[in-house]
C-alpha cells in the first residue's frame, strides 16, 4: 500500500527490536523499511521476519541505512542511538529514540538531532508508565510541604539480561519528584551504617530477577502513613505500542523535541 510509512528499526534482533519488527508487521498502516544493527552482529544478512520469529518477511538485517525510510525506532545501545541519531539529523528522518543508559555526553549528542529533525528521547514509551508519571507529578506536588516530611525511594525490577541500572525510568521519576519537592541528593542502595535517612534524598533499588518485563513502585513514605504507586508491565508489546503511536506521531511533526506526554495527550 502506497500510503503506509516505512519504519526503520535499530537494534532489530534485540528482544525490542524483534518484538517492534512483529508489530510493524502487523500494523497496517506501517511496513517494514530497514532493519538495523551493530557491524559486528551476528544477524546481519538475516531476514528480520525469520530473527523475530514470524518467518521471512523479504527484509534483511543491516548495518547501514541506504533504503528510505519515513521514521526510525531505536531500542539498541547507547553506542547505536548515537549513531542512527547522526544519521536521521543529516537525512532529517525522525527518530524514535527508546534507548536507555546513555552518559550526559551521549544524551546531548543524541539530543542535537533535534535542531534538523523531530526526535522522541523517552525512557519509556508505554501508555501507562507516561500516565504514571503524570500521577507521580501530582503526587509530589500534593505531597510536598507534608509537615513530618515524606521520604521518597523508587524501586525497579527488570529482567536479568538489563545492562544498566537504575532504569532511565526510575531515574526520570526521580527527576519529576526532585523537580516539585526540591530533593537535592540521588542514593543508590544503602549499606553499613548510612545513619538516619535524610529527607533531602531519593532513594533508588534495582532488582534484577528472571524475565521481568518491568515494574516501577514509587514509595511516598510518611509518618503514620505510606503510599506506593505501581506500574508493571506484562509484555514488551507495551513499550512497542508506544513507540509505534510516537512514530506515526513525529512523521506528522517538524524538526523539534518532543515528549511521549505529546503523542499521548497527557500535557
Ligand atoms: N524506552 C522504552 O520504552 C524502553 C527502552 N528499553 C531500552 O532499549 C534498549 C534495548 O533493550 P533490549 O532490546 O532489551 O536490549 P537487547 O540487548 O536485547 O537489544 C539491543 C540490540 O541492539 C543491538 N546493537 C548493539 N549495538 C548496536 C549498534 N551500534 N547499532 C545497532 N544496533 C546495535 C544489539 O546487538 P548485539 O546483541 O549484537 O550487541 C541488540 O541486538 C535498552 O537500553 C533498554 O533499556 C527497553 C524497553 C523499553
Ligand atoms: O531494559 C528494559 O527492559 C527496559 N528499559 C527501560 C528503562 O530502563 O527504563 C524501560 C523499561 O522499564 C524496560
Redesign the pocket.
Known sequence: MGDQLLVGV????????QRVAVLVYQDPDLKLGAA???D????LGKDVGEVAGIGPVGLNITSELTDRVDVIID???P??LV??AGVCAERQIPLVA????LTPEQRNEVLTASQTTPLIL?????VAVNLMMKLVREAAHSLKNTPSGVDVEIIERHHR????AP??TALHFGEIIADEMGQTEHVHGREGRPGPRPVCEIGYHALRTGDNV?EHTIVFGMMGETIDLTVRGHT?DS?VY??LMAAKYLTTQKAGLYTMADVLGLN
Open positions: 535499530n537494534g532489530a534482533s534485540g528482544r525490542m527490536g538495523l544493527e551493530s559486528t552482529s551476528p544477524a531500542f539498541s545501545l553506542a547505536g549513531k542512527i527508546a534507548t536507555t543508559g523517552a525512557p519509556n514509551m508505554s539480561f538489563k545492562e544498566d532504569s532511565g518491568g514488551r513499550y508506544g513507540a
